[in-house]
Protein backbone atom coordinates (compact mmCIF):
# COMPACT_ATOMS: atom_id res chain seq x y z
CA UNK A 1 0.00 0.00 0.00
CA UNK A 2 2.08 2.94 -1.24
CA UNK A 3 1.13 6.56 -1.20
CA UNK A 4 0.51 7.99 -4.44
CA UNK A 5 -2.23 7.63 -6.46
CA UNK A 6 -1.30 5.55 -9.24
CA UNK A 7 -2.05 2.24 -9.82
CA UNK A 8 0.49 0.84 -7.16
CA UNK A 9 0.60 -3.33 -9.40
CA UNK A 10 -0.31 -5.58 -11.59
CA UNK A 11 -3.43 -6.45 -9.59
CA UNK A 12 -4.78 -3.44 -9.06
CA UNK A 13 -4.17 -2.79 -12.91
CA UNK A 14 -5.99 -5.71 -13.34
CA UNK A 15 -8.78 -4.42 -10.89
CA UNK A 16 -9.06 -1.02 -12.33
CA UNK A 17 -9.68 -2.56 -16.10
CA UNK A 18 -12.55 -4.90 -14.24
CA UNK A 19 -14.18 -1.77 -12.55
CA UNK A 20 -13.45 0.92 -15.63
CA UNK A 21 -16.98 2.22 -16.90
CA UNK A 22 -17.07 1.37 -20.67
CA UNK A 23 -19.18 3.96 -22.05
CA UNK A 24 -19.87 7.73 -21.47
CA UNK A 25 -23.43 7.02 -19.43
CA UNK A 26 -21.73 4.60 -17.03
CA UNK A 27 -19.35 7.44 -16.24
CA UNK A 28 -19.97 8.70 -12.99
CA UNK A 29 -19.64 13.04 -12.67
CA UNK A 30 -17.83 15.65 -14.47
CA UNK A 31 -21.45 16.37 -15.64
CA UNK A 32 -19.85 19.25 -17.57
CA UNK A 33 -17.23 17.92 -19.20
CA UNK A 34 -19.18 14.59 -20.03
CA UNK A 35 -21.74 16.62 -21.85
CA UNK A 36 -18.90 19.01 -23.73
CA UNK A 37 -17.09 15.76 -24.87
CA UNK A 38 -20.77 13.79 -25.77
CA UNK A 39 -21.44 17.18 -27.93
CA UNK A 40 -17.88 17.22 -29.65
CA UNK A 41 -18.02 13.15 -30.65
CA UNK A 42 -21.80 13.89 -32.11
CA UNK A 43 -20.74 16.87 -34.08
CA UNK A 44 -17.62 14.71 -35.39
CA UNK A 45 -19.78 11.68 -35.88
CA UNK A 46 -22.37 13.79 -38.22
CA UNK A 47 -19.82 15.50 -40.02
CA UNK A 48 -18.22 12.11 -40.52
CA UNK A 49 -14.72 13.57 -39.50
CA UNK A 50 -12.12 12.32 -36.87
CA UNK A 51 -13.22 14.15 -33.54
CA UNK A 52 -11.08 17.23 -32.59
CA UNK A 53 -7.72 16.48 -30.50
CA UNK A 54 -9.03 16.41 -26.56
CA UNK A 55 -6.34 17.22 -23.76
CA UNK A 56 -7.86 15.66 -20.14
CA UNK A 57 -5.99 17.52 -17.45
CA UNK A 58 -6.26 16.66 -13.73
CA UNK A 59 -4.56 14.97 -10.94
CA UNK A 60 -4.09 10.95 -11.01
CA UNK A 61 -6.90 8.51 -10.56
CA UNK A 62 -9.64 10.87 -11.54
CA UNK A 63 -10.46 9.12 -14.85
CA UNK A 64 -8.28 10.38 -17.57
CA UNK A 65 -7.67 6.71 -19.65
CA UNK A 66 -11.18 5.59 -18.57
CA UNK A 67 -12.33 8.62 -20.74
CA UNK A 68 -10.06 7.89 -23.75
CA UNK A 69 -10.85 4.69 -23.59
CA UNK A 70 -14.41 5.72 -23.78
CA UNK A 71 -13.52 8.05 -26.75
CA UNK A 72 -12.16 5.32 -28.77
CA UNK A 73 -15.47 3.09 -27.39
CA UNK A 74 -17.92 5.70 -28.48
CA UNK A 75 -16.66 6.65 -31.97
CA UNK A 76 -16.02 3.09 -32.40
CA UNK A 77 -12.21 3.34 -33.41
CA UNK A 78 -9.39 1.36 -32.11
CA UNK A 79 -6.88 2.89 -29.29
CA UNK A 80 -3.59 3.13 -29.36
CA UNK A 81 -1.79 3.52 -26.28
CA UNK A 82 1.47 5.85 -25.65
CA UNK A 83 2.87 7.76 -22.94
CA UNK A 84 5.24 10.66 -22.78
CA UNK A 85 7.97 8.74 -21.39
CA UNK A 86 8.14 6.40 -23.83
CA UNK A 87 8.28 8.97 -26.51
CA UNK A 88 12.15 10.34 -26.25
CA UNK A 89 13.24 10.85 -29.22
CA UNK A 90 11.20 12.01 -32.61
CA UNK A 91 11.35 8.68 -34.08
CA UNK A 92 9.69 7.23 -31.36
CA UNK A 93 6.31 8.98 -31.93
CA UNK A 94 7.18 8.78 -36.32
CA UNK A 95 6.69 4.82 -35.94
CA UNK A 96 3.69 5.33 -33.98
CA UNK A 97 2.17 7.77 -35.80
CA UNK A 98 3.33 6.38 -39.42
CA UNK A 99 1.57 3.19 -38.31
CA UNK A 100 -2.01 5.09 -36.85
CA UNK A 101 -4.92 3.26 -38.69
CA UNK A 102 -7.37 6.00 -40.27
CA UNK A 103 -9.48 7.76 -37.63
CA UNK A 104 -7.55 6.07 -34.89
CA UNK A 105 -6.97 7.42 -30.79
CA UNK A 106 -3.71 8.13 -30.18
CA UNK A 107 -3.55 8.20 -26.10
CA UNK A 108 -0.52 9.80 -24.64
CA UNK A 109 -0.43 9.56 -21.19
CA UNK A 110 1.48 12.18 -19.05
CA UNK A 111 1.88 13.85 -22.30
CA UNK A 112 3.68 16.63 -20.46
CA UNK A 113 6.84 14.25 -20.07
CA UNK A 114 7.04 13.88 -23.76
CA UNK A 115 10.67 15.00 -25.27
CA UNK A 116 10.96 18.27 -27.03
CA UNK A 117 11.78 16.92 -30.48
CA UNK A 118 8.66 14.40 -30.16
CA UNK A 119 6.58 17.30 -29.42
CA UNK A 120 7.41 19.46 -32.38
CA UNK A 121 6.46 16.81 -34.61
CA UNK A 122 3.26 16.13 -32.98
CA UNK A 123 1.90 19.80 -33.05
CA UNK A 124 2.82 19.05 -37.06
CA UNK A 125 0.91 15.97 -37.37
CA UNK A 126 -1.56 17.41 -35.01
CA UNK A 127 -2.50 20.18 -37.39
CA UNK A 128 -1.95 19.23 -40.91
CA UNK A 129 -1.52 15.36 -40.58
CA UNK A 130 1.91 15.43 -42.02
CA UNK A 131 5.58 14.51 -40.71
CA UNK A 132 8.69 14.86 -41.75
CA UNK A 133 10.96 12.05 -41.46
CA UNK A 134 14.89 12.42 -41.10
CA UNK A 135 16.29 10.25 -43.55
CA UNK A 136 20.13 9.17 -43.61
CA UNK A 137 22.46 10.72 -40.99
CA UNK A 138 24.97 14.14 -41.41
CA UNK A 139 25.31 16.01 -44.19
CA UNK A 140 23.27 13.51 -46.25
CA UNK A 141 20.58 13.84 -44.12
CA UNK A 142 17.05 15.18 -45.80
CA UNK A 143 13.98 15.24 -44.60
CA UNK A 144 11.12 13.42 -46.68
CA UNK A 145 7.68 14.58 -45.87
CA UNK A 146 5.03 11.87 -45.27
CA UNK A 147 1.19 12.11 -45.21
CA UNK A 148 -0.66 10.70 -42.21
CA UNK A 149 -4.46 9.50 -42.28
CA UNK A 150 -6.80 11.34 -39.95
CA UNK A 151 -6.55 10.42 -35.95
CA UNK A 152 -7.45 11.98 -33.20
CA UNK A 153 -5.06 12.82 -29.74
CA UNK A 154 -6.58 12.65 -26.26
CA UNK A 155 -3.43 13.48 -24.63
CA UNK A 156 -3.23 13.58 -20.34
CA UNK A 157 -1.70 15.52 -17.94
CA UNK A 158 -1.04 16.07 -14.30
CA UNK A 159 0.41 18.95 -15.12
CA UNK A 160 -1.22 21.66 -17.89
CA UNK A 161 0.61 23.93 -16.98
CA UNK A 162 4.36 22.33 -18.16
CA UNK A 163 2.61 22.20 -21.48
CA UNK A 164 3.99 24.55 -24.38
CA UNK A 165 1.76 26.68 -25.53
CA UNK A 166 2.00 25.96 -29.06
CA UNK A 167 1.15 22.08 -28.01
CA UNK A 168 -1.75 22.91 -25.37
CA UNK A 169 -3.23 25.22 -28.93
CA UNK A 170 -3.25 22.38 -30.62
CA UNK A 171 -5.88 20.66 -28.45
CA UNK A 172 -9.58 21.40 -29.83
CA UNK A 173 -10.76 20.70 -26.13
CA UNK A 174 -9.52 20.82 -22.77
CA UNK A 175 -10.68 19.19 -20.00
CA UNK A 176 -10.08 19.73 -16.28
CA UNK A 177 -11.36 17.20 -14.68
CA UNK A 178 -12.17 18.17 -11.00
CA UNK A 179 -11.98 16.18 -7.62
CA UNK A 180 -15.46 14.25 -7.12
CA UNK A 181 -17.86 14.92 -4.60
CA UNK A 182 -18.87 12.06 -2.01
CA UNK A 183 -22.04 11.42 -3.51
CA UNK A 184 -20.65 10.90 -6.66
CA UNK A 185 -17.87 8.44 -5.06
CA UNK A 186 -20.58 6.79 -3.67
CA UNK A 187 -21.79 6.07 -6.88
CA UNK A 188 -18.39 4.85 -8.15
CA UNK A 189 -18.31 2.50 -4.57
CA UNK A 190 -21.81 1.46 -5.23
CA UNK A 191 -20.83 0.07 -8.84
CA UNK A 192 -17.76 -1.58 -8.02
CA UNK A 193 -19.42 -3.61 -4.82
CA UNK A 194 -22.18 -4.25 -7.17
CA UNK A 195 -19.59 -5.85 -9.74
CA UNK A 196 -17.45 -7.53 -7.23
CA UNK A 197 -20.78 -9.38 -5.37
CA UNK A 198 -19.62 -7.39 -2.32
CA UNK A 199 -22.32 -6.63 0.53
CA UNK A 200 -21.83 -2.67 1.50
CA UNK A 201 -23.61 -1.44 4.37
CA UNK A 202 -24.79 2.38 3.98
CA UNK A 203 -22.58 3.73 6.14
CA UNK A 204 -19.50 1.99 4.80
CA UNK A 205 -20.21 3.19 1.52
CA UNK A 206 -20.45 6.70 2.97
CA UNK A 207 -17.55 5.97 5.08
CA UNK A 208 -15.26 4.84 2.46
CA UNK A 209 -15.98 7.74 0.27
CA UNK A 210 -15.14 10.29 2.30
CA UNK A 211 -11.99 9.08 3.02
CA UNK A 212 -11.09 8.56 -0.86
CA UNK A 213 -9.49 11.61 -1.45
CA UNK A 214 -12.21 12.71 -3.83
CA UNK A 215 -10.48 10.11 -6.32
CA UNK A 216 -12.56 7.25 -8.01
CA UNK A 217 -9.25 5.09 -7.87
CA UNK A 218 -8.48 5.73 -3.97
CA UNK A 219 -12.58 4.42 -3.51
CA UNK A 220 -11.93 1.83 -5.73
CA UNK A 221 -8.63 0.53 -3.58
CA UNK A 222 -9.80 1.58 -0.11
CA UNK A 223 -12.69 -0.44 -1.27
CA UNK A 224 -10.14 -3.51 -2.11
CA UNK A 225 -8.75 -3.05 1.41
CA UNK A 226 -12.40 -3.37 3.43
CA UNK A 227 -13.75 -6.00 1.25
CA UNK A 228 -9.88 -8.00 2.32
CA UNK A 229 -10.94 -7.10 5.86
CA UNK A 230 -14.01 -8.29 5.59
CA UNK A 231 -13.14 -11.62 4.05
CA UNK A 232 -10.05 -12.34 6.35
CA UNK A 233 -12.31 -11.42 9.71
CA UNK A 234 -15.55 -13.26 8.54
CA UNK A 235 -17.83 -10.29 9.37
CA UNK A 236 -19.60 -8.02 7.03
CA UNK A 237 -18.92 -4.78 5.08
CA UNK A 238 -19.94 -2.42 7.72
CA UNK A 239 -19.08 1.23 8.77
CA UNK A 240 -16.78 -0.28 11.49
CA UNK A 241 -15.12 -2.49 9.60
CA UNK A 242 -14.22 0.19 7.24
CA UNK A 243 -13.01 2.16 10.02
CA UNK A 244 -10.59 -0.94 11.22
CA UNK A 245 -9.27 -1.57 7.87
CA UNK A 246 -8.54 2.23 6.75
CA UNK A 247 -6.86 2.26 10.25
CA UNK A 248 -5.03 -0.83 9.45
CA UNK A 249 -3.91 1.67 6.31
CA UNK A 250 -2.97 4.59 7.80
CA UNK A 251 -5.63 6.61 5.74
CA UNK A 252 -7.08 9.34 8.58
CA UNK A 253 -10.89 10.35 8.97
CA UNK A 254 -10.54 13.26 5.88
CA UNK A 255 -8.52 10.33 3.73
CA UNK A 256 -4.80 12.01 3.89
CA UNK A 257 -2.79 9.08 3.63
CA UNK A 258 1.30 9.11 4.93
CA UNK A 259 2.58 11.35 2.61
CA UNK A 260 -0.38 13.71 3.20
CA UNK A 261 0.16 14.27 6.55
CA UNK A 262 4.18 13.86 6.17
CA UNK A 263 4.02 17.51 3.94
CA UNK A 264 1.64 18.76 6.63
CA UNK A 265 4.05 17.92 9.32
CA UNK A 266 6.92 18.89 7.53
CA UNK A 267 6.05 21.97 6.77
CA UNK A 268 4.79 22.93 9.95
CA UNK A 269 7.68 21.66 12.12
CA UNK A 270 10.40 22.25 10.09
CA UNK A 271 9.20 25.66 8.54
CA UNK A 272 6.91 26.81 11.19
CA UNK A 273 3.71 26.72 9.03
CA UNK A 274 5.60 28.15 5.49
CA UNK A 275 6.02 30.20 3.74
CA UNK A 276 8.10 28.24 1.86
CA UNK A 277 8.62 26.98 -1.64
CA UNK A 278 7.53 23.61 -3.02
CA UNK A 279 11.18 22.33 -4.03
CA UNK A 280 12.32 23.08 -0.27
CA UNK A 281 9.78 21.63 1.16
CA UNK A 282 9.93 18.30 -1.27
CA UNK A 283 13.65 18.02 -0.41
CA UNK A 284 12.84 17.98 3.64
CA UNK A 285 10.85 15.46 3.47
CA UNK A 286 12.75 13.65 0.64
CA UNK A 287 10.23 12.94 -2.47
CA UNK A 288 10.01 14.39 -5.13
CA UNK A 289 8.57 17.98 -6.11
CA UNK A 290 6.75 16.35 -8.82
CA UNK A 291 4.74 14.06 -7.03
CA UNK A 292 4.09 16.63 -4.32
CA UNK A 293 2.38 19.34 -6.36
CA UNK A 294 0.59 16.70 -8.86
CA UNK A 295 -0.25 14.42 -6.36
CA UNK A 296 -0.69 16.14 -2.53
CA UNK A 297 -0.66 19.65 -3.02
CA UNK A 298 -4.17 19.80 -5.17
CA UNK A 299 -6.15 17.69 -2.87
CA UNK A 300 -4.35 19.18 0.37
CA UNK A 301 -5.59 22.80 -1.15
CA UNK A 302 -9.30 21.49 -2.25
CA UNK A 303 -9.39 20.07 1.41
CA UNK A 304 -8.69 23.67 2.87
CA UNK A 305 -5.20 22.29 4.19
CA UNK A 306 -2.93 23.99 2.65
CA UNK A 307 -2.90 27.81 1.02
CA UNK A 308 -0.42 28.36 -2.09
CA UNK A 309 0.54 32.12 -1.95
CA UNK A 310 2.67 34.25 -3.53
CA UNK A 311 5.63 33.61 -0.79
CA UNK A 312 5.50 29.84 -1.34
CA UNK A 313 3.19 27.23 0.82
CA UNK A 314 1.33 27.72 4.09
CA UNK A 315 -0.55 25.93 6.64
CA UNK A 316 -4.03 26.60 7.52
CA UNK A 317 -5.82 26.74 10.63
CA UNK A 318 -7.48 23.95 9.84
CA UNK A 319 -4.32 21.64 9.12
CA UNK A 320 -2.89 22.26 12.82
CA UNK A 321 -6.33 21.19 14.03
CA UNK A 322 -6.58 18.05 12.05
CA UNK A 323 -3.02 17.20 13.46
CA UNK A 324 -3.82 18.44 16.63
CA UNK A 325 -1.29 20.57 17.25
CA UNK A 326 -1.76 23.61 18.79
CA UNK A 327 -2.63 26.70 16.42
CA UNK A 328 -0.50 29.72 16.01
CA UNK A 329 -1.44 33.02 16.86
CA UNK A 330 -0.90 34.51 13.33
CA UNK A 331 -0.95 32.50 10.15
CA UNK A 332 1.12 33.92 7.47
CA UNK A 333 -1.90 33.57 4.94
P1 LIG B 1 -6.29 8.53 -14.55
O1 LIG B 1 -5.99 8.09 -15.95
O2 LIG B 1 -6.86 9.91 -14.48
O3 LIG B 1 -5.15 8.35 -13.61
P2 LIG B 1 -8.13 6.27 -14.59
O4 LIG B 1 -8.95 6.60 -15.78
O5 LIG B 1 -7.10 5.21 -14.77
O6 LIG B 1 -7.47 7.59 -13.98
O7 LIG B 1 -9.15 5.86 -13.42
C1 LIG B 1 -8.74 5.08 -12.32
C2 LIG B 1 -9.83 4.13 -11.91
O8 LIG B 1 -10.89 4.86 -11.34
C3 LIG B 1 -10.43 3.34 -13.09
O9 LIG B 1 -10.16 1.99 -12.96
C4 LIG B 1 -11.92 3.51 -13.00
O10 LIG B 1 -12.50 2.29 -12.63
C5 LIG B 1 -12.15 4.47 -11.87
N1 LIG B 1 -12.85 5.66 -12.35
C6 LIG B 1 -12.29 6.83 -12.73
N2 LIG B 1 -13.22 7.74 -13.05
C7 LIG B 1 -14.41 7.14 -12.88
C8 LIG B 1 -15.78 7.57 -13.04
N3 LIG B 1 -16.06 8.82 -13.41
N4 LIG B 1 -16.75 6.69 -12.78
C9 LIG B 1 -16.45 5.45 -12.35
N5 LIG B 1 -15.20 4.98 -12.18
C10 LIG B 1 -14.19 5.81 -12.42
Redesign the pocket.
Known amino acids: FNDY???ESEAELA???A???KNLS?????TKVRTQLDLLLRAAALQGRAPDHIL?A????????????IVAEETSQPLRMSSGPALQHAGDLASVLSSLLPGEILFI?EIHRMARSAEEMLYLAMEDFRIDIMVGKGAGATSVPLELAPFTVVG?T?RAGLLPNPLRDRFGFTAH?EF?EDA?LE??LH??ARLLELELSDDALTSIARRSRG???I??RLLRRVRDYALVHETPASGEAVDRALELYDVDALGLDRLDRAVLHGLISRFRGGPVGIKTLAVSIGEESDTIESVVEPFLVRSGLLARTPRGRVATELAYLHLGLPVPEQIPL
Open positions: AAPFEGLRPEFVGQLGPPGLGKTTLAMDATLYEQVRATPRAN
